[in-house]
């Protein structure tokens, strides 16, 4: 069974650039996470999608929005990016409907804004 | 708000050791979860141990065990015999139920050394 695969795996833009970001998740998992990962901030919560509906969302700015498609894939996306933005990017799937229960993990996508 | 606090940035032991990583937890919540995730060098973050709060007796899988104080708000994972592949950092994470999102503590980066 494929795991959870994000694309791109590395980028760099500039200030002011937008980003979009692809997560695959596992075959039959309905609900997806996103989380920033920073030396400083640590692991941060994004947002969670189940069957392209966004139940929580974490504290960050408007700048930050995702969406997840009928086939359970999500993309997340960035707008305006600043410095601050520079940061590892995972996206998780889980089976479970009700709890997050076991997170899988894609590798992260890489964002570096200078 | 919860917060997650683990107090041990690193550490580092010997091969065939037992260690055991602190983490605190803040909650007004009765109904949550606890999880250990393990992130080794550039690789994926793959979930160790998880633990229901209503569940008085500690999880256990294989090497690993928690050590669940509810009244304490501490929940410690105890690695058993060591192996060199238990190098990574490990965060320890906290779920209220039917919130879909996971809070992490920083983070403990573990050496295990040969």
């Known amino acids: 069974k494929a795991g959870v695969t994000q694309t791109p795996r590395y980028l760099i833009k500039t200030r002011g650039q937008q980003v979009t970001l692809s997560c695959s998740p596992i075959?039959?998992?309905?609900?997806v996470s996103w989380y920033q990962q920073t030396p400083g901030q640590g692991l941060q919560f994004l947002f969670e999608?189940?069957?392209?509906?966004?139940?929580n969302k974490g504290n960050f700015p408007g700048r930050f929005s995702g969406r997840q498609f009928s086939n359970s894939r999500s993309e997340m996306n960035v707008s305006t990016l600043e410095l601050g933005d520079s940061a590892l990017y995972l996206c998780?799937?889980?089976?479970?409907?009700?709890?997050?229960?076991?997170?899988?993990f894609g590798e992260g996508s890489r964002l570096t804004v200078l | 708000a919860q917060t997650v606090t683990q107090s041990q940035p690193e550490m580092s032991v010997q091969e065939a050791e037992t260690v055991t990583l602190s983490c605190t937890y803040d909650t007004s919540e009765s109904n949550y979860y606890l999880f250990w995730y393990k992130q080794p060098p550039s690789r994926q973050m793959i979930l160790v141990i998880r633990?229901?709060?209503?569940?008085?007796q500690n999880a256990t899988e294989n090497r690993f065990s928690v050590n669940f104080q509810k009244a304490a708000k501490s929940f410690s994972l105890k690695i058993s015999d060591s192996q060199l592949g238990d190098t990574a950092m490990y965060f320890c994470?906290?779920?209220?139920?039917?919130?879909?999102?996971?809070?992490f503590g920083q983070g403990t980066r573990l050496t295990i050394n040969p």
């Open positions: 994470a906290f779920e209220v139920q039917g919130a879909q999102k996971l809070v």
């Open positions: 999608y189940f069957s392209e509906t966004q139940r």
């Open positions: 075959s039959g998992h309905r609900s």
């Open positions: 633990q229901e709060a209503y569940k008085q």
């Open positions: 998780a799937s889980s089976f479970h409907t009700v709890n997050t229960g076991e997170l899988f």
